[in-house]
């Protein structure tokens, strides 16, 4: 069982920065992801960006494409998303998840994907 503890969340004005941190709680030596996640109440959770752990690649939703970057530091087991020019539309709880690599479809939010969820780190932008 993984744990995954998100920081870094808040309150911030549109054109702003915020850098989230997830760390996870487990090592694995299997190929995974890790990726992060929002969701506003009432719509569906939307994937944001997601990386391979062992060769790096980087997935990103059309919608951050350009401002959002995720990185990660496998020493500590950290992943990071670093958000600039923020929108008020990027406004949601932000979620970190990890999963082992599917050899279909790589490291895409798709159903079943990513079984392990942290609780969640709220982002508020203001216009």
């Known amino acids: 069982q993984v744990q995954l503890v998100e920081s870094g969340g808040g309150a911030v004005e549109a054109g702003g920065s915020l850098r989230l941190s997830c760390v996870a709680s487990a090592y694995t030596n299997v190929r995974s992801c890790m990726g992060w996640s929002r969701q506003v109440p009432g719509k569906e959770r939307e994937g944001v960006a997601s990386?391979?752990?062992?060769?790096?690649?980087?997935i990103y939703a059309d919608s951050v494409k350009g401002r959002f970057t995720i990185s990660q530091d496998n020493t500590n087991n950290k992943v990071y998303l670093q958000m600039d020019s923020l929108k008020s539309e990027d406004t949601a709880m932000y979620y970190c998840a990890t999963g082992q690599y599917n050899k279909w479809y790589g490291c895409r939010f798709i159903a079943g994907q990513y079984p392990y969820w942290g609780q969640g780190t709220q982002v508020t932008v203001s216009s």
């Open positions: 990386i391979d752990t062992t060769l790096g690649n980087t």
